[in-house]
């Protein structure tokens, strides 16, 4: 009986040379759950696509319905242009992994689990993969095939652009209100918004269009509300058509191909090479699928070419989210037969760059009383050559008064501000480790401030609204 019950946890969900339609999809993912039902759970997103598919998500972790104080969230996904299906393939086929290797007792994967909650959404553009491979059918000689599925198996399909749009035709990936143009804007004053540009989002979503003056579609509003109610610390998401790692700015200030780097740059490029290093052909190519060789497997997005609009920068800008665009492969819809060796090649990847989430610092802000700060924010300041350098791009604490901060070694002082707290500076030696799944913790606690400090700011306030109420007056008189 033993050994029966152990052979049934073995049996394979997803076959191995096989591209699955939506509705086989959340099959997989329905079986996955019922496999790993203490460690999984599948939620969709409150609005669906176009043609009414569901944005589904399956969530893993020791307590996969909450999130967890000082516990970080990572999300991949997959699949936003149709046409290109890797990343929907290797995600399906990464959560049987987790489900099967925690119930293996793998180390690094329970670790990974009990550690991160962990979203995976496979496909943000279903209906662009049933428009690609509707295509595809109907441009098949009948004899060749004799059912969509072994068209798949055996070719995939070979149109570049059709299904790599919504519904609508409209490209998800320009779709994001254009927060590189905000940021690029505010870098030219000494003391601007660096970050949770959130008033700026909804004035685009709710009064303008993209930039390429397309309406935001309903998929690109489902998941940039997602994003920003959610505490994301890391993210990913997969397209095809190249191979390499790709980190922000996605744009540059004129629009123009030309290094456009974040205030997070060498973060940003530690976090790509965790995916390229892991995988050897990205890593070590010269121009594997085109005219372009990018050292090392990665590249920033404008210096290859500039993104108006797209979901990477959107992170960044918009949520406590830092998130790359990882280009999986030469073929956007390969033959499923090539599966196999495509996870195989990607595997170690993925998971590597899960474990990044835990890289940097985290902790929990709280006042004197040990309630929560909800809203903190938290400066960064590196030693450099002897100065301290400010990393222009704050995080913010959570509901839980929980913050995670992602960084590369070094040393660093880390400032936390509060409407009503006094200002708290300490100092931290960031040694980052292989394969850690917990950050370096970095706790808070705030003291109110003082009532002098609050007077002379009250002071300050009414003397700025007595200037700025003069200077309107003298413009009329």
């Given at each position: 009986?033993i050994?029966l019950?152990?052979?049934q946890d073995?049996i394979?969900?997803i076959?191995?040379?096989?591209?699955h339609?939506?509705?086989?999809?959340?099959i997989?993912?329905?079986r996955?759950h019922?496999?790993?039902?203490d460690?999984?759970y599948i939620y969709d997103?409150?609005?669906k696509?176009?043609?009414s598919?569901s944005l589904?998500v399956?969530?893993f972790?020791?307590?996969?319905?909450?999130?967890?104080l000082?516990?970080?969230e990572?999300?991949?996904?997959?699949n936003?242009h149709?046409n290109?299906v890797?990343g929907r393939e290797?995600?399906?086929?990464?959560?049987?992994?987790?489900?099967?290797?925690?119930q293996?007792?793998?180390?690094?994967i329970?670790?990974?689990?009990q550690?991160?909650?962990?979203?995976?959404?496979?496909?943000?553009n279903p209906?662009?993969?049933?428009?690609?491979?509707?295509y595809?059918?109907n441009e098949t000689k009948?004899?060749q095939?004799e059912?969509?599925s072994?068209m798949?198996?055996e070719s995939?399909?070979?149109?570049?652009?059709?299904?790599?749009s919504?519904a609508?035709n409209i490209?998800?990936?320009?779709?994001?209100p254009n927060?590189?143009?905000?940021m690029h804007?505010y870098?030219h004053?000494a003391?601007?918004?660096?970050?949770?540009l959130?008033?700026?989002?909804?004035?685009s979503?709710?009064?303008?269009?993209?930039?390429q003056?397309?309406?935001y579609?309903i998929?690109?509003?489902?998941?940039?509300?997602w994003i920003?109610q959610?505490p994301?610390?890391?993210?990913?998401n997969?397209?095809n058509?190249?191979?390499?790692a790709?980190?922000p700015?996605?744009?540059?200030?004129?629009h123009?191909q030309m290094y456009?780097?974040?205030?997070?740059?060498?973060?940003?490029q530690?976090?790509?090479?965790?995916?390229?290093y892991?995988?050897?052909?990205?890593?070590?190519q010269t121009k594997s699928c085109g005219?372009?060789?990018f050292?090392d497997g990665?590249?920033?997005?404008?210096a290859?070419y500039?993104?108006?609009?797209?979901?990477q920068?959107?992170?960044?800008l918009?949520?406590?989210?830092f998130?790359l665009?990882?280009e999986?492969?030469?073929?956007?819809?390969p033959p499923?037969?090539?599966?196999?060796s495509?996870w195989?090649?990607?595997?170690?990847?993925?998971i590597?760059?899960?474990?990044?989430?835990?890289?940097g610092?985290?902790?929990?802000i709280?006042?004197?009383?040990?309630?929560?700060i909800?809203?903190?924010?938290?400066?960064v300041?590196q030693?450099l050559?002897?100065?301290?350098?400010?990393?222009?791009?704050?995080?913010t604490?959570?509901l839980?008064?929980?913050y995670y901060?992602l960084?590369?070694?070094?040393i660093y002082a880390?400032?936390?501000?509060?409407?009503?707290?006094?200002?708290?500076?300490?100092?931290?030696?960031?040694?980052?480790?292989?394969?850690?799944?917990?950050?370096?913790?970095?706790?808070f606690?705030?003291?109110?401030?003082?009532i002098?400090?609050?007077n002379?700011?009250?002071?300050?306030?009414?003397f700025v609204?007595?200037?700025?109420?003069?200077?309107f007056l003298?413009?009329?008189?």
């Amino acid at each position: 009986m033993i050994v029966l019950s152990f052979c049934q946890d073995q049996i394979q969900i997803i076959e191995d040379e096989k591209h699955h339609n939506t509705d086989e999809m959340f099959i997989v993912l329905d079986r996955i759950h019922q496999k790993c039902s203490d460690i999984t759970y599948i939620y969709d997103l409150p609005l669906k696509s176009v043609e009414s598919r569901s944005l589904r998500v399956i969530v893993f972790s020791d307590d996969p319905t909450n999130h967890e104080l000082l516990e970080p969230e990572f999300k991949y996904i997959g699949n936003m242009h149709g046409n290109e299906v890797t990343g929907r393939e290797l995600l399906l086929r990464l959560a049987e992994h987790l489900c099967q290797e925690y119930q293996n007792g793998n180390e690094q994967i329970v670790s990974l689990i009990q550690n991160t909650r962990i979203h995976l959404m496979p496909s943000m553009n279903p209906d662009g993969w049933e428009t690609s491979v509707r295509y595809a059918w109907n441009e098949t000689k009948s004899e060749q095939f004799e059912d969509i599925s072994m068209m798949l198996k055996e070719s995939g399909t070979t149109n570049w652009l059709v299904g790599r749009s919504n519904a609508n035709n409209i490209d998800l990936n320009r779709n994001f209100p254009n927060l590189d143009a905000f940021m690029h804007k505010y870098n030219h004053y000494a003391h601007h918004r660096n970050h949770h540009l959130d008033i700026e989002t909804f004035l685009s979503l709710t009064s303008g269009n993209d930039c390429q003056n397309n309406p935001y579609q309903i998929e690109t509003v489902a998941i940039a509300f997602w994003i920003m109610q959610n505490p994301f610390v890391l993210s990913a998401n997969l397209h095809n058509g190249d191979l390499v790692a790709n980190y922000p700015y996605d744009d540059s200030e004129n629009h123009l191909q030309m290094y456009s780097p974040s205030s997070d740059d060498l973060l940003f490029q530690h976090l790509a090479e965790s995916y390229s290093y892991s995988n050897e052909r990205m890593k070590s190519q010269t121009k594997s699928c085109g005219d372009t060789a990018f050292a090392d497997g990665i590249t920033n997005g404008a210096a290859w070419y500039p993104v108006c609009g797209g979901m990477q920068d959107f992170n960044y800008l918009a949520s406590n989210c830092f998130e790359l665009t990882l280009e999986l492969g030469c073929r956007k819809f390969p033959p499923g037969k090539d599966l196999p060796s495509i996870w195989n090649e990607h595997k170690n990847s993925l998971i590597n760059y899960m474990s990044q989430t835990h890289s940097g610092i985290k902790g929990v802000i709280k006042n004197e009383e040990g309630n929560a700060i909800y809203g903190a924010n938290i400066k960064v300041y590196q030693l450099l050559n002897n100065h301290w350098q400010y990393i222009d791009h704050d995080v913010t604490s959570n509901l839980e008064g929980d913050y995670y901060r992602l960084l590369v070694n070094g040393i660093y002082a880390v400032q936390v501000q509060s409407p009503g707290y006094e200002t708290e500076t300490q100092y931290i030696d960031v040694d980052n480790k292989p394969d850690q799944h917990n950050a370096q913790r970095l706790d808070f606690i705030l003291k109110p401030e003082s009532i002098e400090r609050l007077n002379r700011k009250q002071m300050l306030r009414q003397f700025v609204n007595k200037v700025r109420d003069y200077l309107f007056l003298f413009r009329y008189l």
